[in-house]
């Protein structure tokens, strides 16, 4: 079992940061996968980032260049970096661990989600 707690959610004006917390329990954080969703009211959930154990990671076209992944698997925790925040960036996001890639189904353990509101 994996349980997860992101945090580090807020609100932010158009074009200022914010860096998302994902906090992982369990000794084998090192061999999931960790990834990136949200979910904006009204609309269905949909992938942001991925890492795999080894560090290789993936983003969706809307957030390349400006979100990074990154995981300390010291610290069992995983990080989303995010730069050049947009109106449309504002959602509920959580975290998720498992399989590699983008698609929900690949992800065993959901965290409870953080919210992010960007203002224009």
């Known amino acids: 079992q994996v349980q997860l707690v992101e945090s580090g959610g807020g609100l932010v004006q158009a074009g200022g940061s914010l860096r998302l917390s994902c906090a992982a329990s369990?000794?084998?954080?090192?061999?999931?996968?960790m990834g990136w969703f949200r979910q904006a009211p009204g609309k269905e959930r949909e992938f942001v980032a991925a890492?795999?154990?080894?560090?290789?990671?993936t983003y969706a076209d809307s957030v390349k260049g400006r979100f990074t992944i990154s995981r300390d698997n010291a610290k069992n925790t995983v990080y989303l970096q995010m730069n050049s925040l947009k109106p449309e960036d504002t959602a509920v996001y959580y975290c998720?661990?498992?399989?590699?890639?983008?698609?929900?189904?690949?992800?065993?353990?959901w965290g409870q989600g953080t919210q992010v509101t960007v203002s224009s």
């Open positions: 998720a661990a498992g399989g590699f890639g983008a698609t929900i189904a690949v992800y065993e353990y």
């Open positions: 890492i795999s154990w080894s560090g290789r990671s």
């Open positions: 369990g000794r084998t954080f090192s061999s999931y996968s």
